[in-house]
């Protein structure tokens, strides 16, 4: 069969060449440390785009799914792209990111536990953790669970990751969105026009491009939830703390100014306000927003500054309805943001 010819140009310039009809698929790898595999989940649930990943990628490890094993990795070529899901929470996930940061020519904090520490970095509230499984009586023939580290740690404490995507877990279309940037090659980019609504300027051009955004780029926004959440602030005050099951919030007003400890306020955009639109207080699970040193401190400051009184006694009454301040406002991000541990050195 001859080769196809190159397409006339009406316009008289010179003609563009053929469009090759051979699709060169990259290595890509998917990997979850400690976690809970829902970031791996939502890759499948990105529905008919799948057929647009099966075509660019060829998944050569992806332990959860195909049954890969580290042996598989060490004989398959380099990486182009490995998506690292999960906190560092045992010496083999240690090691895992090492070998994969070392493997793969682009590494991906994928989720919220891979990029701040997650839920199981609150267990760096308690240190002391692993006491009780190494008192547990075992039988000698049993496979040992690896050693915990003392202190959980995010993806980027232990290796340089090039891009973070957060969200617990990622969001469909960003999720999209970074796999058009990395490996299907603008497939399609009106599939992905309200990621890329969202996303910071350079990141958007770039997705829209389908060439690779600027290195360390976070698939997400800028502002703060409140920027994209469509309640109303009337700039009200709350008398008492409420929860979720307590109250029928009113669908129209601000979650926080109704007593629900929402941290829009101090969470970076980017998932559409998904969860405040359903009448959900933000769990905080895209980070901080840029402009956010700690987001438990600005929690702090919100809510304090919500109170409606100035009375001494009264504001400790209400304070003392707060369950878990530390467990609330760095639910997702206590290993890195916050701030009285970022300097710590005890990592390992």
């Keep these: 069969m001859p080769p196809p010819k190159a397409a006339a140009n009406p316009a008289g310039g010179p003609t563009a060449p053929p469009r090759s009809l051979k699709v060169t698929r990259k290595n890509v790898a998917v990997f979850t440390a400690t976690g809970c595999k829902a970031c791996e989940n939502a890759i ?11 075509r660019w990628a060829h998944f050569t490890f992806w332990p959860y799914v195909l049954g ?3 042996e598989d990795l060490e004989k398959s070529d380099e990486l182009d792209v490995c998506f690292f899901a999960g906190a560092i929470r045992t010496a083999s996930d240690e090691e895992a990111a090492l070998k994969l940061r070392q493997k793969s020519k682009i590494l991906v904090a994928f989720g919220a536990c891979a990029a701040f520490g997650g839920m199981p ?6 240190p002391g953790g692993e006491s009780a499984l190494c008192k547990s009586p075992s039988d000698d023939d049993c496979p040992e669970l690896p050693p915990l580290r003392s202190r959980v740690a995010a993806l980027q404490q232990i290796v340089q990751a090039d891009y973070i995507l957060p969200g617990c877990s990622p969001p469909q279309n960003y999720i999209w969105a970074i796999l058009q940037s990395l490996v299907c090659q603008s497939e399609s ?12 300027q350079p990141i958007a051009q770039a997705v829209m491009a389908g060439v690779l955004p600027p290195g360390g780029s976070i698939f997400a926004g800028e502002k703060a939830v409140c920027a994209s959440c469509a309640r109303i602030k009337e700039e009200k005050r709350f008398e008492s703390f409420k929860r979720i ?6 669908p129209g007003r601000c979650l926080l ?4 400890l929402c941290q829009g306020i101090a969470t970076r955009e980017g998932c559409g306000g998904l969860c405040t639109g359903a009448g959900v207080p933000c769990r905080g699970c895209f980070g901080k927003a840029g402009a956010v040193f700690d987001p438990g401190a600005k929690m702090v400051s919100a809510v304090s500054s919500t109170f409606d009184t100035t009375d001494g006694e009264e504001m400790k009454k209400i304070a003392e309805e707060f369950v878990d301040l530390a467990g609330t406002f760095y639910r997702y991000t206590m290993p890195a943001q916050c701030a009285l541990l970022q300097n710590r050195k005890e990592l390992k």
Excluded: C, K, M, T
């Excluded at 970095?121 to 308690?126: E, K, R």
């Excluded at 980019?189 to 910071?200: C, D, E, K, T, Y």
């Design 44 to 54: 499948l649930d990105i529905h008919y785009q799948v057929s647009s990943l099966a």
């Design 68 to 70: 890969s094993s580290w």
């Design 121 to 126: 970095g609150l267990s760096n509230l308690h």
């Design 189 to 200: 980019a009106a599939r992905i026009s309200f990621a890329a609504s969202r996303l910071p």
């Design 245 to 250: 099951h307590q109250i029928d919030p009113d």
């Design 257 to 260: 100014e109704q007593g629900l």
